[in-house]
């Protein structure tokens, strides 16, 4: 083997925690490690750079990643994944306002709860949050993230014998904690799919216990924000009592999809400047 080959290998073989990546964000650039951004795989960025994604990005100069957003405020969203924590602008720095930092966390998706609720002025210092509360919002997110998976798992099937358009209905049905084992009594998508659902419902188990709870506190806000990711779906959340335990959540999941040429245009890559 050459030494231009053996260079060429060493650097495919660079490990995440040391692959540098450069991330330009409306023209200003901005340079971290892979392993900063995925340490979080819940956020937008988290789930983009995992190494399972790797294929479906396209870096330019091998490393250099375009990001449609506005330059200036990324560096709070950069120092989040750096600290674990808002790092807000120095007293008599240029202002930024809270609806601006909140538009950009939320596309990112980066839990909002870092902000403080009883003002509408940006805080002096990052609200603290118990370890504990931590755990439980990344428990949230994590089932939020597996029903939204559940969605583009059934859309990614329903799109190889149909491009222009498409329907389909998604049950999913949580029990009470106490009232069996796994928590999910069943999974039930029509037009029927026994391969597809059996993934769903391997993917969704980890979350049963969970589930019931989850709903019977967050039920609406869930609903709303996969509704707000995904337009083409409308939630639907079910409660129902046969007796002392024995308590149901049934999620139905409508998805209908329509093709809509500009909108494939402006998100594939042949949506380019002139």
């Keep these: 083997m050459n030494r231009r080959n053996s260079s060429r290998q060493n650097y495919q073989c660079v490990p995440e925690s040391a692959e540098r990546i450069i991330l330009n964000v409306g023209g200003i650039k901005y340079e971290t490690y892979r392993s900063t951004l995925t340490a979080y795989p819940s956020t937008l960025l988290g789930t983009m750079f995992q190494e399972r994604n790797r294929a479906l990005l396209h870096p330019v100069n091998g490393n250099e990643y375009f990001i449609d957003r506005d330059g200036k405020l990324f560096r709070y969203i950069l120092q989040f994944y750096r600290r674990n924590k808002i790092v807000w602008p120095e007293p008599g720095s240029d202002y930024v306002s809270r ?15 870092y902000f403080s609720n009883d003002s509408n002025e940006l805080p002096t210092q990052p609200v603290k949050i118990s370890p ?69 419902l391997k993917s969704l188990l980890p979350f049963g ?27 639907e959340l079910n409660h129902k ?21 500009d909108d494939v245009l402006i998100n594939s890559s042949l949506n380019f400047k002139e």
């Design 99 to 113: 609806e601006e930092l909140e538009e950009e966390f939320d596309y990112f998706q980066i839990p909002i709860s």
């Design 241 to 261: 009592i046969y007796g002392p335990t024995e308590k149901f959540y049934d999620i139905i999941l409508n998805i209908n999809y329509q093709f809509n040429r």
């Design 132 to 200: 504990i509360t931590k755990i439980v919002s990344k428990k949230l997110d994590d089932f939020i993230s597996v029903l939204q998976h559940s969605i583009i798992e059934v859309c990614a099937t329903l799109s190889e014998t149909n491009l222009q358009r498409f329907s389909a209905i998604l049950t999913l049905t949580f029990a009470h904690e106490n009232l069996i084992s796994n928590g999910i009594t069943s999974v039930i998508l029509k037009p029927k799919n026994d391969h597809l659902t059996k993934i769903l």
């Design 209 to 235: 216990k969970l589930g019931y709870f989850l709903l019977d506190q967050y039920g609406e806000e869930i609903g709303k924000h996969l509704h707000k990711n995904i337009p083409e779906v409308t939630w």
